[in-house]
Structures are given as C-alpha cells and as structure tokens.
C-alpha cells in the first residue's frame, strides 16, 4: 500500500515546500503569524519548540502579545470616587428618599413638641459624628410613633423595611452599620420585632383583600343566566367563580 507524503518537507529550500510548512504549522498548532522586521514569526497557542522547514523560520513569540495594550482613557479623581460608592436602582433610590425625608420630618416635629429632648436634637443622620447609640434611640422612638396619612399604623413589613432603607442611605455615605445584626442595634432589633407583632394582632397586614360577594349578588348572576353548563363560555365563568370564592375569598 502507498503511504502519502508528509505534509511538510523539512530541509528543502523550495517556495512552495516552504508555503506548505508554514500552512501545516498554521493548522495544527494554530500559530499567529507576526510580523516583524527581516521576515515573518509565528506565535504557537500550544508554545511548542521552534521548527525550521526550508529556510523559514517558524517560532514561538510569547512577548509579542504583551506589546498590545487595551485600556481606557484615564480615569479622572471624580469618576473614582462615584464608582466608590453604592448604588440602586432609580425605584430603591426613591424608596430610600423617602424613608430618609420621613425621618427627619418626624425629627423636627419631634424637637418642636419636646425641645428639651437633647438625644433628639443630636441625631442628625447626615452629621457624621453620629453615634450608634444616638441612633438606635432615635429609630426606636422613630418607628413607634410614625403613622400613615391617615392616622393608621404601618404595616410590620414597612416598618422593617423603613429600617433597611434607612441603612442603605447610611452606606452610600460610607457608614457601613448593620442596623439589624450590630449588637449595638440590638434594641431597635427588639422593637421591629415587637411593632410587627403588635401591628399583626390589631389586623395591619397592608394586604388589598378582594371583596366578599353577598348571597343576593349570587342569585342575582344565576338568575340573570351568566352563571351555568349550557355553553363552554358560561361553564369556564361559572367554575372560576366557584373555585375563587372557594380557595380565595373564604380561604383569606
């Protein structure tokens, strides 16, 4: 049987043996050819040893790639320190406005109607001279005496929430307390905990519960016929309702 001839032809000096080796070289170590002056290099991927067909020379040129250099403009002081902090989302920064404004409006309310209370008047959120213990103080009496527009009481889930909204603002300004985990907040800890108990037993869930259908509503869609099997329509409302007022409305 006749074997074929290798694809490259060491030692021969012709052009086209010469085209062929660099061509297989090419193919089977999937070199780089680089350019450089007095002839061509090539770059090995699998950085095996310099091979010689003919009068070319095929190498390996590792340093070659550390010449090319992919980077941005400099970055200037200001745009360091904006990517220095953290950030949200548009809907968690309006989240955090608010809480944070809800704050320091009950706080001046607060040294208007007891001017003599000193802890008040010192827990300012932006000073940064403020103290954990001047804080937990402050988000205790905070979380106690905040309601809604209407005079009723926040859900607990908000009121747990205003706490961690609150904790984001302190760390977009550097200060990185855990309000919730820091023993030192260990008061404020017990007091969410036992707002959001006391919210839960007066009914404050925050919940939109649907409401219930009387029993004259009822008769008044069985008798009208929009309620009934003889059409694929009227049977696919009928079973909807029946299985929302079963496991929705009366499940709670």
Known sequence: MTQKAPLVAYGSSSESDSDKAVEEVCRRDKVVPVLQEGGCSMVSS???SCV?????????VSDE??????FKKPTTENELENLGHKRFVPATDRKVSWAVGLFKEWRLQRMKKSPCAAQISWCNIDDPTLTKGHLCYCLCA???EVVCRDGEDFPG?????MVILIQFYLEGRGIMWK????PNFVRLKYTVDNLMKEHARKGVSGRVCASPISTDEEEVMWSKNIFGEDTPTKLRDTV???LGLGLALRGG
């Open 179 to 182: 309000l919730m985990e820091d």
């Open 142 to 144: 905070f979380l106690n």
């Open 65 to 70: 790639h550390d010449k090319v250099f992919h």
């Open 240 to 242: 909807l309702y029946l």
């Open 52 to 60: 010689k067909p003919g009068d070319v020379s095929i190498k390996t």
């Open 46 to 48: 699998s950085a095996e």
């Open 157 to 161: 889930k908000t009121i747990h929430k």
